[in-house]
């Protein structure tokens, strides 16, 4: 069983950066899909950026993509979502999540994430 814990969400003025950490109770294998995903109330959970250890693949979604960057240490355990030029319309809770098969198989659908981190907020004004 893997538990993440997410830190690092705040409220900051729209340009500005944040960066989110999850840390993972276990290390990430090659094989796994390591992501995150946003969720406002009212709307389906999205899937923002992801990484695939093994393949040292990187994806990210549109409204993303450009701004922010997701990395992972030498260790394994800690996930970092880098986040640039925050804009209001990225003000949501954001979560991690972990995946026993590789991104391909799971790609933005959040049902075939096996684990979840509790979320952290981020606000944009």
């Known amino acids: 069983h893997v538990q993440l814990v997410e830190s690092g969400g705040g409220s900051v003025q729209a340009g500005e950066s944040l960066t989110l950490s999850c840390t993972s109770s276990?290390?990430?294998?090659?094989?796994?899909?390591r992501a995150w995903f946003r969720q406002v109330p009212g709307k389906e959970r999205e899937g923002i950026a992801a990484?695939?250890?093994?393949?040292?693949?990187?994806d990210y979604s549109d409204s993303v993509k450009g701004r922010f960057t997701i990395s992972r240490d030498s260790a394994k355990i800690t996930l970092s979502l880098q986040m640039n030029r925050l804009k209001p319309e990225d003000t949501a809770m954001y979560y991690c999540?972990?995946?026993?098969?590789?991104?391909?198989?799971?790609?933005?659908?959040?049902?075939?994430?096996?684990?979840w981190g509790q979320g952290t907020q981020v606000t944009v004004s």
């Open positions: 999540a972990a995946a026993p098969v590789s991104c391909s198989v799971v790609g933005w659908t959040w049902r075939l994430y096996h684990y």
């Open positions: 276990t290390v990430t294998y090659n094989g796994d899909c």
């Open positions: 990484i695939c250890p093994g393949l040292v693949r990187t």
